[in-house]
């Protein structure tokens, strides 16, 4: 059995869901539709997505202003659509999860509530290797308060000659001047799935609040943040969870701080539905989640969000994980024979849905581009020499991680 012969058999008996989304064309190589692995940057398109949207759009054409409660799907309690479906993802109570906004405003959002730094206590824990967003977030928060951003935002580096972090290296940072632990669940650049309930424990042990940024963990592995007693997260929906560029981002807050005197900022959205067309001057939040927003819900925006949601829904997170793994370690084990270093934790229960490979000999953005040009493979680069393939579970197969094995190995050679 050749390789290729192998792929396209565990293709027939471990098949994804790759009929649900569409696969942009391919611009170079032997096959009409790219491989694609880029789905850490942006998921693709589920089919189900155009005509869902317009029919919402057809309600305000036909309906107008009277879609707010006669459209099939009505806007006025349209966010409610997706609460459900949304914290079944995160392992949350619905009252605890709200869909909106996006990411880094929503870490703006809840650093408001959550970021309370005194002198004594003001610091914030982050990762060395964070999004870009999440440092200038947390820099721009230390600095608002009127602290140093050089003394007070921790950055984490792994040991000398490692490329990934170590619970024991972050716990030992939680120190009793911490204020605020803010990480990453599973790494942007390196892929490594951080231990989310040991790390918000220590936190908690050392009197700090724990949040995370879960970007690149909803919609790749399973969570349970009511479980793990996660103070607050807020994650995007256009990586993983498939909802487009750009696409309206979630939010978690833990049970034990909804109804209490947080501080928040708040707008039309922030009070309770029952009484928002009092219009009172003072708000009256729910004791939920959605006393964190601020504005009334888009709802063009909200569509391709529930649209993807609900296919979460109906196969299980579980399940996508279990594919998931078996797919990264077949791509993991082609990969061996390629001369790039994986810099991507070996343990599967350390990662997510990608593998990182540190390029030599050339610059990523380059191999980026002759993978997709002359193989038709699409793989995201990190400049300068960080190459991330994302084999999804929804829709990538065996057989594309076979196409992008034997391109790298072909162009590195």
């Known amino acids: 059995m050749t390789a290729e012969t192998e792929a396209l058999s565990l293709d027939a008996t471990d098949a994804g869901h790759r009929d649900l989304f569409d696969v942009p064309p391919a611009q170079g190589g032997d096959y009409p539709e790219v491989a694609y692995f880029a789905g850490n940057s942006l998921g693709l398109r589920p089919k189900a997505t155009r005509a869902e949207l317009l029919e919402d759009l057809d309600a305000w054409a036909e309906l107008g202003v ?48 959550f970021y309370r730094p005194t002198p004594s206590r003001h610091r914030i824990v982050i990762e060395d290797a964070a999004f870009p967003s999440d440092s200038y977030a947390v820099r ?31 716990v030992e940072q939680l120190g009793g001047d911490v204020a605020l632990v803010l990480l990453g669940g599973v790494n942007y650049l390196t892929g490594e799935l951080m231990d989310i309930p040991m790390i918000t424990r220590a936190g908690h042990a050392a009197g700090a609040v724990v949040g995370w940024d879960l970007a690149h963990a909803a919609g790749n592995v399973p969570l349970a943040l009511h479980d793990w007693e996660v103070d607050f997260a807020a994650w995007c929906s256009y990586k993983y969870l498939n909802s487009g560029p750009g696409a309206l981002a979630g939010v978690f807050v833990h049970e034990r701080h909804l109804g209490t005197d947080l501080p928040r900022f708040e707008g039309w959205w922030s009070t309770e539905a029952a009484t928002r067309f009092e219009m009172t001057p003072e708000s009256r939040p729910p004791a939920s989640a ?77 191999l980026s581009r002759r993978l997709r040009f002359e193989y038709g493979v699409i793989a995201d680069a990190r400049e300068p020499d960080v190459l991330r393939l994302a084999p999804v579970p929804l829709y990538s197969t065996y057989h594309d991680c076979w196409r992008a094995a034997t391109a790298l190995a072909e162009v590195m050679a």
């Not at 619905?94 to 880094?104: A, K």
């Not at 950055?155 to 972050?170: K, Q």
């Not at 391709?304 to 399940?319: A, M, N, Q, W, Y």
């Open 140 to 170: 721009s928060q230390v600095a608002f308060h009127g602290y140093d951003p050089e003394d007070a935002v921790i950055r984490l580096r792994p040991r000398p000659g490692e490329d990934n972090l170590r619970t024991a290296d972050v």
């Open 66 to 113: 009277e879609g707010h409660l006669d459209a099939a799907r009505p806007w006025l309690p349209y966010h409610e659509l997706l609460t459900g479906p949304a914290s079944r993802l995160v392992g949350a109570l619905p009252s605890e999860s709200v869909v909106m906004n996006s990411l880094t405003v929503n870490l703006h959002l809840l650093m408001v509530s």
């Open 290 to 366: 959605d006393a964190w927003q601020v504005s009334n819900p888009p709802i063009f925006s909200m569509s391709p969000v529930r649209t993807s949601l609900e296919i979460f829904d109906k196969i299980g997170i579980e399940v996508l994980r279990e594919r998931s793994v078996r797919l990264t370690a077949y791509l993991e084990k082609l990969l061996m024979d390629v001369p790039l270093q994986v810099i991507t934790p070996t343990d599967p229960a350390r990662r997510g849905a990608q593998l990182s490979l540190r390029v030599t000999g050339m610059r990523a953005g380059e």
